[in-house]
């Protein structure tokens, strides 16, 4: 476990500074990596149903030390796919802060060992403690901001450097370079960089879902000279001459009602000599094709019961109602798994199977709970897997992620959430 942490600790760091990075280098590479903008900030909404939301225009991020007399703002924009809002604002300084700057931040926050950092993510939370975060254009006593900073270092790119390497070291793989590290990997599946990067057989449509996710050409062939490069990139953010990257993260919660996805689902049975045959499964509301499920929605905090859905008629015959299901149970066993309610957001489970039975031959009986004497092939009903149920709050750790894949160009992969 320890082990892994340091290793996920370096990957961390090493894809905060890639990523932000990659952005610039899309521009030609080196020189643009070290002349690009060297600070990006990033405001996320908890709540895509807030009220507020639609009145909330760009954004600026405050970054500030009194005690140091650092004030660095940041204008954010909305990000935004296809006239959907997203939850995000996302932004760099209009001009690139200086060398000095840069120093004097790294100082504020101090040395930072990888290795050291906690399980927890208040460990994690700690290290974000070193600045004010201040989000200035939202409406008025609405949102309560949480937020931090990080200064990524040419001391904090080595050390992840340095885990990468002994993480690997660890499980048998040694290099000299990364770029030889990827030769090893690609001759491992018998490709080279060419044909990871090959265009020749691009179709239109191709090319129109890549540029809905805001990717060119250029882009393609920039990334390719990026990998190509990758160890001159390397040399210089271990370098004394790269003087840090700032992320800021801000993140914003209100009081206002959370609509929240939740799953019904009917499942009939016809019982012969004792045995049970499933033969219809119906769900309750909208599908989503993408997903490949039916959802209903309601305000977080609502009591699910199975009682409001209890439907014991289908195709024409009045079925026994056997019981109500947490719809994990559509995965594991219904004994154990019994369920006549839920609170929607709070419960650890996100839907219900109700069961019901009708027994051939005769007038529907009283039904039996549990598995009626037979197991169910549940899985194979309904492929989608069930959710988890677990609506803890974001952390800034996720946070900082979620940042660091925004610079990388990845912003129009986030929609808007579905609990």
């Not at 942490?5 to 500074?17: D, N, Q």
């Not at 050390?159 to 690609?186: T, W």
Request: proline fraction near 2%; include cysteine.
């Amino acid at each position: 476990m320890k082990k892994m942490r340091r290793v996920f600790a370096g990957l961390l760091a090493l894809a905060m500074v890639l990523s932000v990075t990659t952005a610039s280098a899309f521009a030609g590479v080196m020189d643009q990596i070290k002349d690009s903008n060297n600070a990006m900030a990033v405001v996320m909404v908890e709540n895509p149903d807030c009220e507020k939301l639609p009145e909330v225009g760009d954004l600026t991020v405050r970054i500030s030390s009194a005690e140091a007399g650092v004030d660095i703002r940041v204008p954010v924009q909305k990000v935004s796919e296809s006239e959907e809002f997203l939850c995000m604002w996302l932004g760099m300084p209009e001009e690139k802060l200086s060398d000095e700057m840069m120093k004097k931040l790294a100082e504020i926050q101090g040395k930072i060992d990888l290795q050291e950092i906690g399980d927890t993510l208040e460990d994690v939370d700690k290290l974000l403690t070193h600045f004010q975060i201040e989000v200035l254009g939202l409406p008025e006593g609405h949102y309560v901001t949480e937020g931090g900073a990080l200064v990524i270092t040419s001391e904090i790119y080595r050390q992840a450097i340095d885990i990468i390497r002994q993480a690997l070291k660890e499980e048998g793989v040694e290099f000299d370079s990364f770029s030889e590290l990827i030769e090893k990997l690609l001759a491992e599946a018998d490709l080279t960089l060419d044909d990871i990067f090959d265009m020749s057989d691009m179709t239109d449509e191709d090319w129109a879902e890549l540029a809905e996710m805001g990717v060119t050409k250029e882009d393609i062939e920039m990334m390719k000279d990026l990998i190509v490069n990758i160890d001159q990139v390397i040399d210089y953010f271990c370098s004394d001459e790269f003087t840090g990257i700032l992320i800021a993260g801000a993140y914003l919660t209100c009081d206002c009602p959370e609509i929240m996805e939740y799953q019904i689902q009917h499942r009939y049975y016809e019982r012969t000599d004792g045995k049970l045959k499933l033969v219809g499964v119906v769900n309750e509301g909208e599908y989503d094709a993408d997903l490949e499920e039916y959802y209903l929605t309601a305000v977080g905090g609502t009591v699910i019961k199975a009682a409001d859905f209890k439907n014991t008629s289908y195709k024409g015959k009045t079925y026994s109602y056997m019981g109500s299901y947490d719809n994990f149970a559509l995965y594991d066993k219904w004994k154990g798994n019994e369920l006549k309610s839920f609170t929607l957001g709070e419960d650890f489970t996100s839907g219900l199977v109700l069961r019901y039975v009708y027994d051939k031959g005769g007038s529907a009986s009283e039904g039996t709970g549990g598995n009626g004497g037979q197991p169910d092939p549940a899985a194979g009903d309904n492929g989608a897997a069930p959710k988890t149920g677990d609506e803890a709050p974001i952390s800034m750790y996720i946070l900082l992620l979620a940042t660091a894949a925004a610079a990388a160009g990845c912003t129009r992969a986030y929609r808007k959430a579905r609990k």
